[in-house]
């Protein structure tokens, strides 16, 4: 696409001299470090608080001005979030969810990316195009409709309910044919020649081998799933069928909660995305960055 | 395509076109019943009047609209809106920039610090907004606390309808700053090697090299982002739901906020107003990302 | 995803049992409005079953179906009441008016003190009077102040059930320090405002660690204060002789009230934690605020949390000649009427009864902290053993004992009611922000309600 056009000006020698040019330099190092230092401390300190003030009594933590140590390591503010409301439930409603809609998604955009891929079809163009549109509604713009249609059917509150529109994705189906049309013709070549046809050329060969991109697409739609609030929200009503987002929204809203045992169911719920960040980055830029590569 | 395929005989093509559109079958089902319904039906309830349970009972045309254009509280949620986007976006995408650059200057522990500043990502909207209800809390809130022993505040964070958006937005930034952070980290590394070291070597440096090199090379990335972030900005709800619910004296109810109040708190039910709301809302999405596609676009380089 | 496709299996089945109910049902049922005999009930066969749907959580839950289990075990092979929770009251309120456009609401309904307008312009409900009527049934247990709210016309719409009202909290020990009287609290808002600047303590550098008032931007207060004065919150006498029609609350008495506030608070003198209730209540709980203001039901919580002796006091009069008392909070048991079937709507009644009795209503006030809706409810042993456990409770049962039935102690009956409230938080906001003044701020609110006041009244017909 466009080149590079300020290359050049790059090029032009340095014209201060040298020495002046080490001691700022030597300067501009320190001050390079005094910001991230104050940045770092800014960025990870309320993440540090999260954990210190989990672990505090409640008088210690509504000490006034506020502990920032824990004095003595107290477990109680776990057990009282747990207690206050159903957290492990929702816990596990929030990995029922979002695990179904990634399968799902995972589903119907490799069928659908192979079809726009490996198939022939009139007006694919149109068709595609129609799926690129999908992107452009939000989804806050088109929520109640579908919040009044599924409980039209009886599904408030259900599992249903929760999964039911986010079953297949326009974002997904794009992601996937892009990756897709990398494939090799030579090797599908091959695999018809073997006598593979779509279904088995599909599952057998081009989905092992679409593995990074499948990846990326499943922790991304996992994620935005696990965060989801609005949704949720509306479309559940009783502590059982709620998710972790708004089990923690209400468990700050409850009258037996003080900040320990926010900060406690906090702690809990951060753990899986926690480990995603310290140890699976990688896959996250991938996944969250797909977008960006046109 | 790259793909090159010899010519199958008709009655495959045949069966091949029945498969494609099976293939494509379960996505526009979910399509048809959960974005294209739904969008026709917004239009149609924003036309109409609700009944005493929230069903549509006659139709009133352009009403809605009208009814919003000349309210003074909807004026003053598109600005708070506006506002809203500004306060996130801005130094939300420069923040990030200024890290990364700063993470550029060949120093030591940059992984480490990349993680750090990663951090926030692992928050959804929900368990960075209960945190920061707790650190705004105007009473025991514990940036209060480090105020009162600067011999300042006490501030209040949520409750004062100065503070209230810019808090809720810092809250948004903080939350927003690992992703922005991940995109453009990645962004740099994509750069080629041989760029920055040719520009080192001719002995640009630092801001230079940032002005002259990293910025227009990440304008992918940053164009990226900023469209991103907008769109997000436009769409937050969770923050708000959770930190003030559009108050005090509505100087947080952003659009969103405003399409759920009307439609879904205090039992109001008024799909009418709400999905007048939404269409506005969409036309705003609509527009502002036509707005950078045209505007911003033209000027990132795409390497 | 088991529990979903249940919901559907029930969705196909309650669709059968409708299209059946309506095709049977037209002939045979008596008027909707009307309530059946008894003989409804006794010749129906089988067990009648009827939905309930509430939205207690946590103890008041666990009280509520302790209370079901026993109506259950009782009518054994007769009533099966099947309790079903539908989340916050706003949300129940959305779920109902889903159920009314699919035709299956439940047969009894608890619906909160602000709704009871809707409820009635919906028209899908018995009143209880018709049923108390046509058996005979007295009502005059029923604590006269609480009968007078959820009553339109004279006659009573659904029984009451959880009542609350409001009290003015202290905390005793600030009291002592400052040197001032807990036995002696303030009765009007002067009094009140002069106790919070004794009551508010500085450090040495001047930061404030305890402000004498303290409570939630909560409408429900202002509503109180306004009642208490005599003064109304909407024309048609609060709704109560007909339709209301236009919002009364910015009048100059009314101004006086958010006045008194936002002053308290821009002096310092009072503490502004927000609009969420939980807040202000930690506020109080932690010792930061001297008086505050909240709804009988935290009293048991405040005396188990707070670290210094909790008091009550009656809620402050507006000025020492106000005529008023408090108006009574909480929610109510309705019975729906059409789509239902004279033998369930019996049963509602049977239910209903039970729960208001007083047996019932003293293991419901001891074990929530609700106020009791039947006068004899406090007379059983049971309920003077907690009254004497938590003394503080007195101050409720002598306020309400002390406050006249008239159409200001009645409260608002608005359709919007809840939009109502929501309008006069902001005019505090407002005023407390210097933006408006308070007159300004409420003259705006009412001005601002009015258009859903008039679609509301246009949509009832």
């Not at chain 3, 029984?159 to 009287?181: I, R, V």
């Not at chain 3, 101004?255 to 934690?273: H, M």
């Not at chain 3, 009550?312 to 000649?321: L, N, Q, R, S, V």
Request: charged share 15%.
């Amino acid at each position: 696409m466009t080149t590079l056009t300020k290359a050049p000006e790059v090029a032009e020698p340095a014209r201060a001299a040298r020495r002046p040019l080490q001691l700022r330099a030597r300067l501009g190092r320190a001050g390079v470090y005094a910001v991230l230092a104050v940045a770092v401390l800014t960025v990870a300190f309320p993440v540090y608080y999260v954990f210190a003030g989990a672990f505090m009594r409640p008088d210690e933590i509504a000490s006034y001005p506020p502990a920032m140590v824990p004095h003595s390591v107290t477990g109680q503010n776990f057990s009282g979030a747990v207690h206050a409301i159903p957290l492990v439930r929702q816990y596990g409603n929030s990995v029922l969810v979002a695990g179904l809609i990634t399968l799902a998604q995972l589903f119907t955009s490799v069928l659908a990316a192979y079809a726009f891929v490996f198939l022939p079809m009139r007006g694919r163009a149109v068709v595609f195009g129609l799926f690129l549109a999908t992107l452009m509604v939000p989804w806050e713009a088109i929520i109640i409709p579908n919040y009044l249609t599924l409980s039209g059917w009886g599904l408030g509150n259900t599992y249903f309910g929760l999964v039911l529109p986010f079953l297949a994705s326009g974002f997904g189906t794009f992601l996937l044919r892009q990756s897709f049309r990398q494939f090799p013709g030579e090797l599908r070549d091959a695999a018809r020649i073997d006598g593979a046809g779509h279904w088995r050329f599909l599952w057998r060969i081009l989905v092992p081998l679409n593995k990074p991109a499948l990846a990326a697409l499943a922790i991304y739609v996992f994620l935005s799933s696990w965060n989801q609030y609005f949704w949720p929200l509306i479309i559940t009503r009783t502590a059982e069928m709620q998710t972790l987002q708004i089990g923690l929204s209400s468990l700050r809203d409850s009258e037996m909660a003080d900040p320990g045992l926010i900060l406690a169911g906090v702690v809990l719920s951060l753990l899986p995305t926690l480990a995603l960040v310290l140890f699976g980055q990688r896959f996250i830029v991938r996944g969250l960055t797909a977008g960006a590569v046109r | 395509m790259p793909t090159a395929s010899s010519p199958p005989e008709p009655r495959r093509r045949l069966g091949e076109h029945g498969l494609a559109w099976a293939f494509l079958l379960p996505s526009v089902v979910v399509f048809a019943l959960f974005i294209l319904y739904p969008l026709g039906r917004t239009f149609y309830l924003s036309a109409h009047a609700n009944d005493l349970f929230g069903a549509p009972s006659r139709y009133v045309g352009m009403k809605h609209y009208t009814d919003l254009l000349s309210s003074a509280d909807f004026r003053h949620t598109l600005v708070t809106t506006a506002l809203f986007v500004l306060f996130t976006v801005v130094p939300g995408v420069l923040g990030a920039l200024l890290l990364v650059l700063l993470m550029e200057s060949r120093i030591r522990g940059v992984r480490l610090l990349r993680s750090a500043f990663a951090l926030p990502f692992a928050f959804s909207v929900a368990s960075a907004s209960v945190v920061f209800s707790v650190f705004y809390n105007p009473a025991s809130g514990v940036l209060n606390g480090l105020l009162s022993n600067l011999g300042l505040g006490p501030v209040g964070w949520l409750t004062d309808s100065k503070w209230a958006l810019l808090s809720v937005a810092v809250s948004t930034i903080w939350m927003n700053l690992g992703y922005n952070v991940l995109v453009l980290s990645a962004g740099i590394g994509s750069i080629p090697g041989e760029i920055t070291e040719a520009a080192r070597l001719d002995g640009a440096s630092g801001l230079r090299l940032a002005r002259s090199i990293t910025v227009p090379m990440l304008g992918p990335s940053l164009f990226f982002l900023v469209v991103i972030s907008t769109v997000n900005a436009l769409q937050s709800f969770g923050q708000i739901h959770i930190l003030t619910r559009g108050g005090p004296d509505g100087s947080t109810r952003t659009l969103v906020y405003s399409v759920y109040e009307k439609a879904f708190a205090y039992g109001s039910s008024d799909f009418g107003t709400a999905s007048a709301q939404a269409v506005v809302l969409m036309v705003v999405v609509l527009a502002c990302t036509a707005v950078q596609f045209g505007v911003l676009e033209r000027k990132v380089h795409y390497a | 995803m088991k529990r979903s496709s249940r919901a559907l299996a029930a969705l196909l089945v309650s669709g059968l049992a409708l299209t059946a109910c309506s095709s049977t049902g037209s002939g045979g049922s008596s008027d909707d409005s009307g309530a059946p005999a008894a003989s409804a009930l006794d010749q129906a066969s089988g067990v009648t079953t009827i939905e309930f749907w509430h939205s207690m959580t946590g103890k008041n839950a666990e009280a509520l179906t302790a209370l079901v289990n026993q109506f259950n075990t009782a009518h054994q092979g007769k009533i099966e009441v099947k309790p079903l929770f539908q989340g916050t009251y706003d949300d129940l309120i959305a779920k109902y008016k889903a159920s009314v456009q699919q035709k299956a609401t439940p047969a009894v309904v608890q619906v909160y003190d602000i709704g009871s307008r809707f409820m009635v312009d919906s028209k899908q409900i018995v009143p209880a009077q018709a049923f108390a009527d046509k058996d005979g049934y007295s009502l005059e247990d029923l604590q006269a102040n609480i009968r007078n709210y959820y009553s339109f016309g004279g006659k009573l719409q659904s029984m009451p059930f959880n009542s609350s009202m409001p009290l003015l909290y202290l905390n005793e020990d600030a009291f002592k320090e400052a040197g001032l009287d807990p036995a002696k609290p303030p009765t009007t808002l002067a009094e009140l405002g002069d106790m919070a600047k004794k009551l508010t303590k500085k450090d040495a550098d001047g930061k404030t660690v305890r402000y004498g008032f303290g409570a939630a931007i909560y409408g429900w207060f202002v509503e109180q204060l306004l009642a208490e004065n005599g003064a109304l919150y909407c024309d048609s006498d609060n709704g109560r002789s007909g339709k209301a029609g236009k919002a009364a609350f910015d009048s100059a008495k009314g101004a006086e009230i958010v006045q008194w506030w936002a002053d308290l608070v821009k002096g310092g003198y009072a503490a502004n934690t927000g609009r969420q209730t939980t807040d202000a209540q930690a506020a109080f709980k932690a010792g930061t605020v001297a008086m505050h203001l909240e709804s009988t039901g935290v009293l048991r919580g405040y005396t188990e949390a707070a670290k210094f002796t909790v008091g009550t006091a009656a809620f402050p009069k507006t000025a020492a000649d106000d005529q008023g008392g408090p108006i009574i909070g909480g929610a109510s048991l309705w019975i729906s009427g059409p789509g239902h079937s004279d033998a369930q709507k019996r049963a509602s009644w049977e239910f209903e009864k039970f729960l208001s009795a007083p047996e019932q209503q003293a293991a419901w006030h001891t074990g929530t902290g609700y106020f009791p809706v039947n006068t004899k409810a406090l007379d059983l042993p049971a309920d003077k053993e907690w009254v004497a456990k938590y003394p503080q409770f007195q101050t409720a049962i002598s306020q309400l004992k002390a406050t006249k039935p008239t159409t200001a102690t009645a409260g608002c009956a608005l359709g919007v009611m809840p939009q109502a409230r929501k309008g006069v938080e902001t005019a505090i906001e407002q005023t407390i922000a210097g933006t408006k003044s308070a007159q300004q701020a409420l003259s705006d609110a009412a001005k601002e309600l009015q258009p859903a006041i008039e679609s509301y009244n246009s949509s009832v017909g």
